[in-house]
């Protein structure tokens, strides 16, 4: 082996044989500064500074603690909830709260913790234990530097440089824009999925109970004539807390008095040692004894395995189809059924429900979201789910209009199919054939759509298909050809009683009217299937009576998507438009979900699976010609 390579394996292994002795170097070290320290304190001022603690005071002191340690137990919950583990929550808090009680008493808290939660979880694997206990140790110190900034920024006197608060603010927002525009991240072949803004926040709010809690604690514990505000103790407490975690030591023995000590230089020794004495017994020891009785009782039974999603029902939309390319699923929520798709921060129900209205399924959907770490909402759902949404008090906001045929009504006589009939005589005059079915051209499909995707961008995703021969295999295609040439194309996703038009893709050189031959087709194939209803989609919303912001806002969207060529498009075949509605909780729910479906739609698409054929008979269809 190349010498370079020998070095590269054996520092790692190094580093962590010689870990367990740094920190017990460290410890020494500070037990010999401590000392030096204390050389001079009178031990009679001591113990009549610890004898002083009145009943009183340990109690609120041990309330205090129970409090911290119910925020301290929703880490956990949060974390399992991020890795997908199905662990029962009141199971997940209470193997945190022990985990986090045994390994900030004992040091190595990233290993004892591990431990600690693989033998309290029933089926929890021992590598998923380890990257949980990690994940709770760094977004607890990623929480409690955040804490610390916005303490120093507070309170001007604390002890901290404002450059280094406002660096830590810069990172915490770096880090939130990460996990809102690239919620999931490659390093190598290895996935890293950060937490969600709900999570993160939820974490910085148990964060800020835990040490306000555990700061309260110690507080009370302090003599009444020490003449020392919360206020001024509190920033000096979350320093000390972080010295004592980033030493490794165990319970942050040395450098939690030392850092305490020397930032609160006022305070009497006796009374600050006497005082931190109590704390350790009420908020280390204590907790500790009563984890490692928890540790050794007889774990319950692994959880049952989530229960696999039904299949959709003949009442679902069309449109549902797009499930087979996001990642969603049909799924039993409450008393309905829905398709449930997962983006960065979101939990979406995707267009109507089925069997139940969104008013029933609210609270059951945001029991779904909230167990992610996502927010509930609502997206695309027609006008009476809508209402239903705000009987129950969720925020409602109309963003798009479907356009929907009536295939039995449809007649290109009148003047609302004017535009339409021009268009179709100049496809007719191109020699244009549009044929259904048959074993697809995937090669030339593919040259159309890389071609349309170069002229266009990036085709867009989640209630939208992305060209995939695979998923094509599942829809009812048209082709447009001249001569060999094949020009575009049109797929849609068919249900019993409705089709929906889903991808429309054509060469930059097609002849004018090539669009609107391949859909005119679709509607006259729907109707002689006796297909009632074909939608052609839907496009971004028209609010004419909203506010100034709102309404740029919308010529924003409408601009991006290119929303006014496909309603006047849409138009030329003058169908019934149909408004739609997303709908979330809260109108800050609500805003989130817009933001965050607004990326997941732009994002990059996942590469596609290997090119299937349909092997149906090919069916052409008459010339296009107007009847």
């Known amino acids: ?347 979406v129900a995707l267009f109507d429900p089925c069997h139940a209205h969104i008013g029933q399924l609210a609270a059951p959907l945001q029991r779904k979201a909230r167990a992610q770490n996502r927010i509930a909402c609502a997206y695309k759902i027609t006008a009476r789910h809508a209402a239903h949404a705000r009987r129950v008090g969720w925020a409602v906001l109309h963003v798009a209009d479907e356009a929907v045929i009536d295939t039995a009504r449809h007649d290109l006589q009148g003047p609302t199919h004017r535009q339409l009939r021009r268009k179709l005589r100049h496809a007719e005059a191109a020699g244009l054939v549009i044929v259904q079915g048959g074993p697809l051209p995937i090669r030339a499909m593919t040259a159309v759509a890389a071609a349309w995707d170069a002229t266009h961008g990036p085709a867009r995703g989640f209630s939208m298909g992305r060209f995939d021969p695979t998923y094509l295999r599942h829809q009812i295609v048209f082709l447009a050809w001249q001569g060999k040439t094949l020009l575009g194309f049109i797929s849609l996703h068919r249900a019993g009683h409705e089709w929906c038009l889903d991808l429309m893709r054509a060469r930059a050189d097609a002849p004018d009217g090539t669009m609107h031959a391949l859909v005119h087709a679709a509607i006259l194939a729907a109707r002689a299937a006796d297909v009632p209803c074909l939608s052609l989609a839907a496009v971004p919303a028209k609010a004419p009576f909203a506010r100034p912001i709102e309404t740029r806002l919308r010529r924003l969207v409408d601009r991006a998507s290119g929303g006014t060529g496909l309603r006047q498009f849409k138009t030329c075949f003058a169908p019934r438009w149909q408004p739609l509605y997303m709908a979330a909780p809260t109108g800050a729910h609500l805003a989130l979900a817009a933001c965050d479906l607004a990326r997941t739609i732009r994002a990059a698409p996942t590469p596609g699976a290997p090119p299937l054929h349909n092997q149906h008979e090919e069916k052409p269809i008459a010339p296009v010609g107007v009847s």
Request: glycine share 8%; charged share 10%.
């Open 1 to 347: 082996m190349h010498r370079d390579q020998t070095r590269a394996i054996a520092r790692p292994a190094l580093r962590k044989l010689l870990r367990p002795f740094l920190s017990a170097g460290l410890l020494l070290a500070c037990a010999a500064l401590l000392s030096a320290r204390l050389e001079g304190l009178d031990l009679a001022a001591l113990r009549r500074a610890f004898g002083g603690v009145t009943l009183d005071q340990w109690g609120l002191a041990a309330l205090a603690t129970g409090l911290s340690f119910l925020a301290v137990a929703r880490y956990d919950v949060i974390a399992h909830r991020h890795f997908a583990t199905h662990c029962p929550a009141p199971r997940a808090a209470l193997a945190g709260a022990s985990a986090i009680a045994l390994g900030q008493t004992l040091g190595a808290g990233v290993v004892v913790g591990a431990l600690v939660r693989w033998r309290m979880v029933p089926g929890l694997s021992l590598p998923l234990a380890a990257r949980l206990s990690l994940f709770v140790a760094l977004s607890f110190l990623a929480a409690l530097l955040v804490t610390i900034a916005l303490v120093r920024l507070a309170v001007p006197t604390a002890p901290l440089p404002a450059g280094v608060a406002v660096l830590i603010l810069v990172a915490a927002l770096a880090l939130v824009g990460t996990a809102f525009f690239a919620p999931t991240l490659w390093i190598g072949r290895h996935r890293l999925t950060l937490p969600s803004l709900p999570a993160l926040w939820a974490l910085w709010l148990f964060c800020c109970l835990d040490t306000g809690l555990a700061a309260f604690a110690l507080h009370c514990l302090l003599p009444a004539e020490v003449a020392l505000s919360f206020a001024a103790f509190f920033p000096a407490f979350l320093l000390a807390l972080g010295a004592a975690i980033l030493s490794g030591t165990p319970g942050g023995v040395g450098p939690f008095e030392l850092a305490l000590l020397a930032l609160l230089p006022a305070t009497p020794e006796a009374d600050l040692i006497a005082a931190i004495l109590a704390f350790r017994i009420l908020y280390y020891a204590c907790p500790a004894l009563i984890a490692a009785a928890l540790l050794f009782r007889r774990p319950d039974a692994a959880p049952d395995a989530p229960l696999t999603p039904p299949r959709p029902t003949p009442s679902a939309r069309a449109e549902l189809g797009v499930l087979r390319q996001n990642g969603g699923a049909m799924v039993e929520v409450g008393r309905g059924t829905c398709g449930l798709v997962a983006s960065g921060q979101t939990l």
